[in-house]
């Protein structure tokens, strides 16, 4: 069974909550998770499996949260055109609220944009032979359906500063941080990237790492998933403030 479920706030998430809210759903409910969004006062989920099962990750996620939620709204999703209806609405929440950011939403994740712990190949199992980042973009209200990753020339356009931080939103980082496992994947990713787009001196200043290391990164082995997802957060982000939907009065 799939079910869509809603957690409503008493008032609203603050907007530095988002990516830990993320995180936090993805810990407890990453093996069940097919899609996500947290916008406004209120988190979207969709999870596949038996209802008490369901309704214990719910229970989990709420306690987690350390939010005052009120009762989860939980809806059985009927089949799979059902399924298939929410992935573009779902991935289109801050385009339903007016909102011109979709960091909260699984959009990065099912573009290859993003990799936060987040299976979208579950999501594909339910729903195969369909194009799940097409579907995404449609709903979120881009009118493409696909954007491809960001070529050599569009990384070095794009500029070492604004290459970092997308190489950071790539593994769901809003900031450098400390020296974690997660930012040294990143770290290499980019890394290797600056050496393939021509960036040099620029790109090591920009995510501040120190000479001697830099050289190290360079010949240590680099997961190429990285080096693809962080392309790919690029071109989402030179898309986005062309594409995002404009902002409702009010």
Do not use: K
């Not at 949260?65 to 709204?73: C, G, I, Q, T």
């Not at 082995?221 to 957060?233: E, G, L």
């Amino acid at each position: 069974m799939t079910w869509h479920i809603t957690l409503a706030a008493d008032g609203r998430f603050p907007l530095s909550r988002t990516l830990a809210i993320i995180a936090t759903i993805v810990r407890v409910c990453g093996d069940v998770l097919l899609l996500f969004a947290v916008v406004d006062d209120h988190v979207h989920l969709v999870l596949i499996g038996e209802r008490f099962e369901v309704g214990r990750r719910t229970s989990g996620l709420v306690r987690a949260l350390e939010a005052s939620l009120e009762p989860a709204r939980v809806r059985p999703v009927a089949d799979r055109a059902h399924l298939r209806r929410l992935v573009g609405y779902v991935a289109g929440q801050p385009r339903h609220h007016g909102a011109g950011s979709w960091e909260g939403t699984c959009l990065p994740d099912l573009l290859g944009a993003r990799r936060l712990g987040f299976d979208a190949g579950r999501l594909a199992a339910q729903l195969p032979r369909e194009n799940l980042g097409a579907l995404a973009l449609e709903g979120a209200g881009f009118g493409v359906s696909a954007i491809a990753p960001a070529g050599d020339a569009l990384v070095r356009t794009h500029g070492a500063v604004r290459g970092y931080r997308s190489a950071l939103a790539a593994a769901g980082l809003a900031e450098r941080g400390g020296r974690t496992p997660l930012r040294v994947a990143v770290d290499r990713g980019w890394r290797h990237l600056a050496a393939q787009a021509g960036l040099h001196l620029d790109a090591r200043e920009a995510a501040g790492i120190a000479q001697r290391t830099w050289q190290r990164l360079a010949t240590e082995p680099v997961d190429s998933a990285w080096v693809a997802a962080i392309r790919r957060s690029i071109a989402f982000e030179v898309a986005t403030p062309i594409l995002r939907p404009p902002i409702r009065p009010g």
